[in-house]
């Protein structure tokens, strides 16, 4: 019996997948698939597989999920945070539904490109946040959270490194969250957030392990 987040999960997939068949008819041939700082689209692709892009990437990922957590070397961790495991799954799948809204909308209604700039900062600090606030619950495994060697090898790194890192997630969102309705140094913030959810973390697993 599947659970009742597979259950949301795939309904969100199912829901996209619909909804691209209503308004495949309505969209240009040429469709955005990305979109700069600015809020501008700087890529663009053929609706015949643009339009399917998203919900496929999504549909794919429902299937990998309980296949990465069967065959990671620590599958049996994934009971000990099974619940959280099921909460990033769909707070993932639910992104990637904004992401589709938010595509076609854009496309549908060119006009309003201002707005993108904004509503994608704010769904990517709300999601850095969220994320946040679940990595410290997150227990050693090879495909979900900080993979460095020292965390890997050393369970007290492992989870003074997520708690480190789950801080570094929020405070990155709330400054994307900041940043979408100020558009104050937006390159800066962007380069400063991603260093610091990436780069501190993994110094931080290096200088515990050595004191450890």
Known sequence: M??????????????????????????????????????????????????????????????????LAKIDPRHKNYKKFWGVWEIIQTIIIAFFGFIYFIQYYMTLYPENQNLMQPIMLSAVGLLFIVLGNYMGKIRQNYFVGIKTPWTLNDKEVWQKTHRVGGWAFVIAGILYLFEAWTG???????????????VVPIVYSYVISKKN
């Open 2 to 67: 599947k659970s009742k987040g597979f259950i949301l999960r795939l309904s969100i997939v199912l829901a996209m997948i619909i909804a691209t068949l209503f308004l495949y008819p309505k969209l240009p041939d040429i469709i955005p698939t990305h979109w700069n700082f600015q809020g501008q689209p700087d890529d663009w692709g053929a609706k015949t597989w643009a339009a399917w892009l998203i919900p496929g990437i999504s549909l794919l990922m429902i299937i990998l999920f309980p296949i």
């Open 184 to 198: 104050l140094f937006i390159g800066p913030v962007f380069i400063i957030t991603i260093t610091g959810v990436v």
